[in-house]
């Protein structure tokens, strides 16, 4: 298995564009996690899936930030419109609820510029 | 409030020297503790769990409950111990891990 696969590994875009971020569980894996990371706050959890249903969204963190999941091997981070604050590296990680919670397993993550 | 506390946002050693990377946390009832690494250029791993009670790369943490800490040891620092580690909390009933700010290890020739 390739492992988490995030898309793209780079993103620079302009204030005000909106922003799509990609990620591809591992298979099988039945858990998606979303996260951002600045120098400031560090790793904070934005939204996590079980069963490819939100469970909790209490990280994102405003009406500007959505996401998606589709279905097990897809899901989506948007935010519209993207500000300069929004700057930061995104990763994804899933994991198999069922055996060795909690064991995450991350993407190699998205850095995101907004100009 | 769950909330996972790492001090030191940079810790600088020479090789050879012991490592402690401090580790506290807050939450009400009996959490899961993790070691998470970033070594240069690759992904987030996870490094040891607490419940699995075991070394890697030499590194060992003990959950001390009296004083909610959880803080990463190794008696001889290497070079290739160099990256970030990010201490993080899971309770029994949720997936969510909850991540402190990490502290930066920079292990010196």
């Known amino acids: 298995d390739a492992g988490v696969i995030q898309s793209p590994r780079h993103e620079v875009t302009e204030m005000g564009q909106e922003v799509t971020l990609r990620c591809k569980p591992i298979s099988g894996h039945n858990s998606l996690f979303w996260y951002r990371q600045t120098m400031m706050r560090g790793l904070e959890l934005l939204i996590y899936?079980?069963?490819?249903?939100?469970?909790?969204d209490s990280g994102m963190p405003e009406d500007r930030f959505s996401a998606k999941m589709p279905n097990a091997s897809f899901s989506t981070l948007k935010i519209q419109p993207s500000e300069p604050r929004d700057s930061a590296v995104y990763f994804c990680?899933?994991?198999?609820?069922?055996?060795?919670?909690?064991?995450?397993?991350f993407g190699a993550g998205t850095r995101l510029s907004v100009l | 409030a769950q909330r996972v506390t790492q001090p030191e946002k940079l810790l600088s050693v020479f090789k050879g020297a012991p490592v402690e990377l401090k580790c506290n946390y807050s939450y009400s009832g009996s959490p899961e503790l993790f070691w998470y690494v970033q070594y240069s250029r690759q992904r987030l791993q996870l490094l040891l769990r607490?419940?699995s009670r075991e070394s890697i790369k030499g590194f060992t943490a003990d959950l001390n409950k009296g004083e909610t800490s959880f803080h990463l040891k190794k008696p001889f620092a290497q070079e290739e111990d160099s990256a970030m580690y990010y201490c993080?909390?899971?309770?029994?009933?949720?997936?969510?891990?909850?991540f402190g700010t990490g502290t930066r290890l920079q292990v010196f020739p």
């Open positions: 607490h419940i």
């Open positions: 990680a899933s994991s198999l609820a069922s055996l060795a919670k909690n064991i995450q397993y």
């Open positions: 993080a909390l899971s309770g029994h009933n949720t997936d969510k891990l909850i």
């Open positions: 899936f079980n069963n490819n249903v939100p469970i909790d």
